[in-house]
């Protein structure tokens, strides 16, 4: 296996393994909810603080899970921060909680949690899986809001609410449907790829030119 | 610096170890197989656990929570009533409205309207909730009407997990909502933008949420095919405690 710094726990998830645009993990709410930058923000701060609470929690009692329940228990953990969120949230702050309303339950499908679960929090110790869930989620929130934010211009001419081309612009209605999600997603994966490609391309010239 | 390069040493080590330990474990399966029993009592035990949290934080936020609601549904009868005074709850019980339940019995279990009457004790309007299954859960309404003419005054979402940005505009979308409190007659009867022919009845659907925006109109139709009847019949008499009627629906 190959070992890392905890450097390099945290950086890793923020873009060389985004969870979204790399690893393809947290689909889900990535094109369910992105058809605005708040709902995006609010989507990508609730899983951070579920994201966070899990990690540690598994990887403090990660002695203790037999392999072969393990994804069960990271389900109830993960499932029992999903309500502990929702209920608190009621509770204390009831105005964000309508606004999120929708967005808590998704939570606890979000294959991205479980999977830093997995890969990382039942193998490392609670410092360092605190700082892969919090990379992690950094990387989440940046693939969120660069989905959010091309929807909502495109689709309502607007960014955070705020208005940007007057009332003449006639919004594409289509970006904040569902099938604008997967043109938005395709087209960033699209440019990802097309970085990936000529940085490789580079990458194969400076070998060449030492070798 | 050089107790931090110790402790990466340290963690890496601890990886290495760990992996060598359930590479041995694959190797000899069988005599390390972990027991069934050990399995059922540990996802038991982190299933109680997490019942048990679950349990002691809905006690405590419970009644926060009930008591935001309760609030909430104050300001929205009033907000679906506009010009009312104040206004009492009446509960159906036998068919027939009554200001008072009886003896005995759970308020939850009663269906309820609210009425609103002006500063003359008038009756000037009634408030009805009512939830009916929307795009993703139960849509919950309450929306004001006039029980003589039928013309609605208000409708306001109690709770909705519409949506985000789509089915969530049926209390987002002040064009959308406006049009309730606009006072059209009832049945109310949803249209496509543009589409409609100025009937008084008429409700513009928003586009991109007409599961949504039919649940509403269905909701307001359904409960006022429900509770006409009863209404009627006639309202009882204001009751004696008319202002400490309000506290707490």
């Keep these: 296996m190959r070992t890392t710094t905890p450097t390099q726990d945290f950086v890793r998830g923020i873009w060389k393994e985004n969870p979204v645009l790399v690893q393809m993990l947290g689909l889900c709410p990535a094109l369910a909810v992105t058809n605005s930058v708040a709902n995006a923000l609010a989507m990508s701060g609730a899983t951070f603080f579920v994201m966070s609470c899990s990690s540690v929690l598994i990887s403090t009692c990660k002695r203790f899970i037999p392999h072969e329940v393990r994804i069960s228990s990271y389900i109830l953990v993960i499932a029992t921060f999903v309500t502990l969120a929702d209920m608190l949230l009621q509770a204390y702050a009831p105005v964000q909680h309508k606004e999120l309303g929708a967005f808590i339950a998704l939570i606890v499908v979000n294959c991205m949690i479980l999977g830093r679960q997995e890969t990382f929090s039942s193998k490392n110790n609670p410092f360092r899986s605190l700082l892969d869930a919090v990379g992690t989620g950094i990387g989440f929130t940046i693939a969120l809001v660069m989905m959010g934010g091309f929807r909502e211009i495109l689709g309502t001419g607007s960014f955070l609410g705020v208005s940007l081309f007057g009332p003449n612009f006639e919004p594409w209605v289509i970006m904040v449907l569902p099938a604008g999600g997967f043109l938005t997603l395709g087209f960033i994966l699209l440019a990802m790829g097309v970085i990936e490609q000529r940085k490789k391309v580079k990458d194969d010239q400076v070998t060449e030119v030492l070798s | ?249």
Excluded: C
């Design chain 2, 1 to 249: 610096m050089n107790q931090e390069s110790n402790n990466q040493d340290r963690i890496d080590v601890d990886i290495q170890v760990e992996n060598s330990d359930s590479d041995n474990a694959q190797d000899a399966s069988a005599p390390q197989e972990v027991s069934t029993f050990r399995l059922v009592a540990t996802l038991a035990i982190a299933g109680a656990l997490a019942g048990l949290l679950i349990v002691l934080v809905n006690l405590h936020t419970k009644p926060i929570i009930d008591k935001y609601k309760a609030e909430q549904l104050q300001l929205a009868v009033y907000e679906v009533l506009p010009g009312v005074e104040n206004y009492d709850t009446y509960y159906l019980v036998n068919d027939e409205l009554s200001a008072s339940l009886p003896d005995g019995a759970k308020e939850s279990e009663f269906k309820r309207v609210y009425v609103g009457r002006d500063s003359s004790g008038e009756v000037s309007g009634v408030a009805i909730s009512r939830g009916e299954s929307g795009f993703q859960d139960v849509i919950m309404v309450i929306f004001g009407h006039d029980p003589v003419t039928g013309k609605l005054s208000g409708m306001k979402i109690l709770d909705s997990k519409e949506t985000p940005g789509l089915g969530d505009k049926i209390f987002k979308d002040m064009n959308f909502v406006d049009q309730f409190f606009a006072g059209p007659e009832t049945p109310l009867l949803g249209v496509k933008i543009g589409a409609g022919k100025g009937q008084p009845n008429e409700i513009d659907m928003i586009t991109g949420a007409t599961i949504s925006s039919k649940a509403v109109i269905q909701i307001i139709n359904n409960a006022l095919a429900e509770w006409k009847p009863i209404l009627d019949k006639g309202i009882p008499q204001a009751p004696a405690k008319a202002v400490s009627a309000e506290e707490t629906p």
